[in-house]
Structures are given as C-alpha cells and as structure tokens.
C-alpha cells in the first residue's frame, strides 16, 4: 500500500486521530527537521503518521536507535516498523512518554492535532514532553491555525515561550511551526 493510499484509508476510517488532508509536504517536514538543535541526540516524535518527517530526522544524522516514536495508529505503527526496524515504535498516546520510553530527550517533534484537543488533553502531552526534556530542550510542532496551537493558560503554567516560523504555502492546507523553550529568568 502506498503512503498516500494508506494516509487516505486512515483519514476515512480515523478522521480525529488523523486530523489532515494529505500527509506533510517535503517542505513542512524538512523545516520541522531544520528545528532540531545541532547538538540534539535524542528524539522523540509524536504522531509519526507515514512517517515522512521522520526520514527527514534520520537525514539530519538522528541515530535510528535514539529516535523515539509515539502512534496511535496500528496500521501508522505498521508501517513505521516496516519502513524503519531500527527505530523504537511505541503504540502509545504522546503522554505516554513520561512512563514509557526514554527518561531523556533533547527535542520531541510534533505532528499531533492539538488544535483539536482539550486544555487536559494538550497540558498531558505538553507535561510529559517536557518532563523528559532536558533544560534546553525543544517542543517543534506544526499547526494548520493562525495562532500557537498550545492554549495560553497552558504555555503559561508550564512556563513556555515560542519562535513561529513563515507559512509554509507548500503543504495542504499551508502550516505555520512553533518551536516552544523553557523560559529563560
């Protein structure tokens, strides 16, 4: 089955849990990559889907072994081991890496929906990412919004500050990434 065949039989049968129109661009997913600190080792990636910014990770000279997938999808999570057997595919929800996987990352990447999930939903995945973060470390995440995906109260609470990147128009529908930081005292 094809990338885009499989993310179209997925989007019909799983709408919420897909939450796109077409898999990303190879402009989204290469400046999603283009995010990660030079100095980055470990990753973890939330929402891998066809797993098209996870290659461009593994171009970056992410080391298969420390890179740390978190799907829900069973047919995503399929694919992702067929693609990528040297890579550690956990069937988890993102808040699950608080538990389960690594106790450090220096960047998580982000395809999830979070435009679409509650304040509780959104304050477990944040949560956890940063609890595995180190004190330099990245949240990277896309969005199809017009505002930061992550609610205010909530960037708030975690003590959160972000960079936004220029539209990207390649991409259906067009995206915007943030990059969200501890803030610096």
Known sequence: MTEF????AQLL??????SALAPSSPSLCQLMASQLPRWARWVAEFGPGTCNITREILKLGIAPADLFLYELNPVFCRMLRDRHPEVTVFD????????VGPQHVDAVVSG?????????????ILSAAFSR???????????????????????ESLGL????????????PPAVVYVYRRRRN
């Open 5 to 8: 065949n499989a993310f179209a």
């Open 13 to 18: 049968r799983r709408p919420r849990q897909v």
């Open 92 to 99: 988890e929800p993102a808040e699950k890496l608080a538990s």
């Open 112 to 124: 999830l929906p979070l435009l679409s999930m509650t304040s509780s939903q959104q304050e477990a």
């Open 133 to 155: 973060l180190g004190p330099d470390g990245v949240y990277i995440q896309f969005t199809y919004g017009l505002f930061s995906p992550v609610r205010s109260n909530i960037a």
């Open 161 to 172: 500050e972000f960079t936004r990147s220029p539209r990207v128009w390649r991409n259906l």
